[in-house]
Nanobody
Framework: QLQFVESGGGLVQPGGSLRLSCAAS????????IGWFRQAPGKEHEGVSC????????YYSDSVKGRFTISRDNAKNTVYLQMNSLKPEDTATYHC?????????????WGQGILVTVSS
């Protein structure tokens, strides 16, 4: 199974910023589409963002569009999620995930998750 090392979560006040990192372990991220997902207590699992391996297209959910940016650093074998203007409703456990091909379809490999808490 593909494995990830996730980092960058923590506690931040509303309006602040965090950058989540998803580093590949034992495989090359460049060959996969990488998505970020989140789930908060009482809420459904939500797709946040994805960067495609096929054409480099980037996708964002309506709730984070304009505030979050997904990027890829092939030299570091890492995908980042820059989160700006954070809101309390962004509080969730965030997971990165990988799939072959485009961002469309199910993701088969998942990180174990990292907690982001946005609170005063």
């Amino acid at each position: 199974q593909l494995q990830f090392v996730e980092s960058g979560g923590g506690l931040v006040q509303p309006g602040g910023s965090l950058r989540l990192s998803c580093a590949a372990s034992g495989f090359t991220l460049d060959y996969y589409s990488i998505g970020w997902f989140r789930q908060a207590p009482g809420k459904e699992h939500e797709g946040v963002s994805c960067i495609s391996s096929s054409d480099g297209s980037r996708y964002y959910s309506d709730s984070v569009k304009g505030r979050f940016t997904i990027s890829r650093d092939n030299a570091k074998n890492t995908v980042y999620l820059q989160m700006n203007s954070l809101k309390p409703e962004d509080t969730a456990t965030y997971h990165c995930a990988a799939r072959s091909g485009s961002c469309s379809g199910p993701f088969g490999s998942w990180g174990q998750g990292i907690l982001v808490t946005v609170s005063s």
